[in-house]
């Protein structure tokens, strides 16, 4: 029997596998062709890789070509690497690229390099714009939501790409050109707010990538599966031009997660002994680096509205924390149980608690003898408290022995501890730098924070301009925290 007449004595291969193959094939033949990367031209070792990719690539289009004549049954052990998702209990699923029974990872592993690329992102909605690279966001939503990509190189081989997630309401396979995704959608507790609770895998075999593309819940699932359909990864050598993808090796990234998962990783310090930390009183002076500069918080005032502020000045955020009036909203504290692999998250209670403005006065001196520029401010506001000689980060709210719940979600903005007004703007983005500090001169800038109400008697002013709230920074230590309760 003649090569060409086998197909005749086989099923019918589905059009999509046929078109998967085709594409595979495609794709296997432009690796063949990638540019080498390290190693001296003319090396043995550089000899030997091109020699070896060639000679796979070639196999490789072989086999599928004839996969595509003969049906799918008569090359089952063709090492073809594919994106797949195993179910997991009722609500879990395993996200994993596996090869064909006849690959071998290890070899196969050894044989290829991982080149650079770039990416391009073939489709975006309507009204999506970049941010930075792999983030996109609605420009009416700048920051808050859209999509945000990572990638991992598979610098183990491809099919050690092995991720496992619980609480997953939905899930399913797609192509994108050529390449398998898996979509992920999970429980969208809180409707009233933009949330990632979509997650997209696909795997980029050619080049030897897979991305993890977040997608927020302004983002309909279609929409986020036809900007994951869309991305490509092309090899590149110029290194020059600043789009070069910036990926995880999947070992340093397994790495990290074993030491997280074995708890070695950096613990945060949030109790100290109360002589450890400095504190400073509403009035005094200090200083807040080592050119001269000293902060002095001249005044604090606890608010209820938003009239007092510059207008021109007050974010969308904080703008539509208030109500038509300017009056601030209640922060809504959701007591939620999270979901597993075998369970969904879900709220268990939730209540309304009401939010204050916390305006504070800081005077900022250059006591030095030259002109300071772009002098950068910075605040966090932080709940502590004391107890037998022990100065304590302020937990989160936590469950009792008889509660459901296992997680409080504040869903206002007493939930950070970032600032969220000032009215000192300078810098090339116009944002927290004062211009400049003549030797000598001050300049005022007034500051604002939202807390709950049952927070005041635990607040502290650091104005370590290395940000980190929720810790006992050493760079926090050295400024001391000003003693702001009321």
Same mark, same amino acid.
């Not at 099923?11 to 690796?31: A, F, S």
């Not at 930075?132 to 990638?151: N, R």
């Not at 506001?381 to 302020?394: K, L, Y």
């Not at 008889?402 to 009215?423: I, K, P, Q, T």
């Given at each position: ?6 197909k005749?004595?086989?099923p ?5 596998i046929?078109?998967?193959i085709?594409?595979e094939v495609?794709?296997?033949?432009k690796t063949e ?5 390290g ?18 690539g070639?196999?490789?289009?072989a086999?599928?070509i004839?996969?595509?004549l ?6 089952a052990?063709?090492g073809?690497y594919?994106?797949q998702?195993k179910k997991?209990? @009722?609500?879990?699923v395993?996200v &994993?690229? =596996?090869g064909g +029974? ?8 050894e044989?290829y ?9 073939g489709y975006?909605p ?8 792999g ?5 009416d939503?700048?920051y808050?939501?859209g ?7 598979m610098?183990?081989g491809d099919d050690?790409?092995e991720i496992?997630h619980g609480d997953?309401?939905?899930?399913e396979t797609f192509?994108a ?5 898996v979509y992920?959608e999970y429980?969208?507790?809180?409707e009233e ?5 979509q997650r997209?895998y ?8 897979v991305? @993890?593309?977040?997608?927020?819940s &302004?983002v =309909?699932k279609e +929409?986020a ?5 869309h991305v490509?990864l092309?090899?590149t050598?110029?290194?020059e ?17 074993d ?6 990783v950096?613990e945060?310090v949030?109790s100290?002994d ?10 005094d ?5 080592d050119?001269?500069l000293?902060a002095?918080?001249?005044d604090v005032?606890v608010?209820d509205d938003i009239?007092a502020?510059?207008s021109?000045l007050?974010?969308?955020d904080l703008r539509q924390?208030?109500d038509?009036?300017?009056k601030l909203?209640?922060?809504?504290i959701q007591?939620?149980k999270d979901?597993n692999m ?13 939010q ?12 030095g003898?030259?002109e300071?520029?772009d002098v950068l401010?910075f605040?966090?506001?932080e709940r502590i408290t004391e ?6 980060m ?5 469950p009792g022995?008889n509660?459901a719940?296992e997680r409080?979600?504040?869903h ?7 600032m ?8 090339e983005?116009?944002n927290?730098y ?5 030797p000598?001169e ?6 604002l924070?939202?807390?709950l109400?049952?927070e005041l ?13 929720s ?6 230590l050295k400024i ?6 009321q």
């Amino acid at each position: 029997m003649k090569l060409e007449n086998l197909k005749y004595e086989f099923p019918e291969m589905p059009e999509e596998i046929r078109v998967m193959i085709e594409k595979e094939v495609e794709k296997q033949i432009k690796t063949e062709q990638m540019p080498m990367k390290g190693g001296k031209r003319g090396s043995r070792a550089d000899r030997h890789g091109r020699r070896g990719r060639k000679a796979m690539g070639r196999t490789a289009a072989a086999s599928l070509i004839a996969a595509i004549l003969c049906g799918t049954t008569v090359f089952a052990g063709v090492g073809i690497y594919r994106i797949q998702q195993k179910k997991i209990g @009722e609500h879990g699923v395993s996200v &994993d690229v =596996s090869g064909g +029974e006849n690959m071998d990872a290890n070899a196969a592993a050894e044989s290829y390099t991982i080149p650079d690329v770039r990416m391009e992102a073939g489709y975006l909605p309507e009204g999506m714009v970049e941010v930075e690279q792999g983030k996109y966001c609605f420009e009416d939503a700048l920051y808050q939501g859209g999509v945000s990509m990572t990638f991992y190189r598979m610098d183990t081989g491809d099919d050690k790409f092995e991720i496992q997630h619980g609480d997953v309401l939905s899930s399913e396979t797609f192509m994108a050109d050529g390449n398998e995704g898996v979509y992920l959608e999970y429980p969208n507790l809180y409707e009233e707010e933009i949330s990632f609770n979509q997650r997209i895998y696909v795997a980029f075999t050619d080049v030897h990538y897979v991305m @993890e593309m977040y997608a927020a819940s &302004d983002v =309909s699932k279609e +929409e986020a599966i036809k900007i994951a359909e869309h991305v490509k990864l092309i090899p590149t050598e110029d290194t020059e031009s600043g789009n070069i993808v910036n990926a995880w090796d999947w070992s340093s990234y397994q790495e990290g997660s074993d030491k997280f998962a074995e708890g070695e990783v950096c613990e945060t310090v949030t109790s100290i002994d109360k002589k450890e930390m400095k504190v400073h009183r509403i009035g005094d002076s200090f200083p807040v680096n080592d050119q001269g500069l000293v902060a002095k918080v001249a005044d604090v005032k606890v608010l209820d509205d938003i009239s007092a502020l510059d207008s021109s000045l007050v974010d969308e955020d904080l703008r539509q924390e208030a109500d038509g009036n300017g009056k601030l909203r209640p922060a809504t504290i959701q007591y939620v149980k999270d979901g597993n692999m075998d369970s969904l998250s879900q709220e268990v209670d939730s209540r309304e608690a009401p939010q204050k403005l916390v305006y504070i006065t800081v005077e900022y001196t250059n006591t030095g003898s030259e002109e300071m520029t772009d002098v950068l401010f910075f605040g966090t506001m932080e709940r502590i408290t004391e107890a037998d000689g022990t100065m304590q980060m302020a937990a989160e709210e936590k469950p009792g022995d008889n509660d459901a719940w296992e997680r409080a979600v504040n869903h206002g903005l007493s939930g950070f501890s970032e600032m969220f007004y000032y009215d000192v703007r300078g810098g090339e983005r116009g944002n927290n730098y004062i211009g400049s500090i003549m030797p000598g001169e001050t300049v005022t800038v007034h500051m604002l924070w939202v807390v709950l109400e049952e927070e005041l008697g635990k607040l502290y002013l650091n104005l370590d301009t290395c940000g980190g709230g929720s810790e006992f920074s050493e760079s926090a230590l050295k400024i001391g925290y000003v003693d702001i309760r009321q």
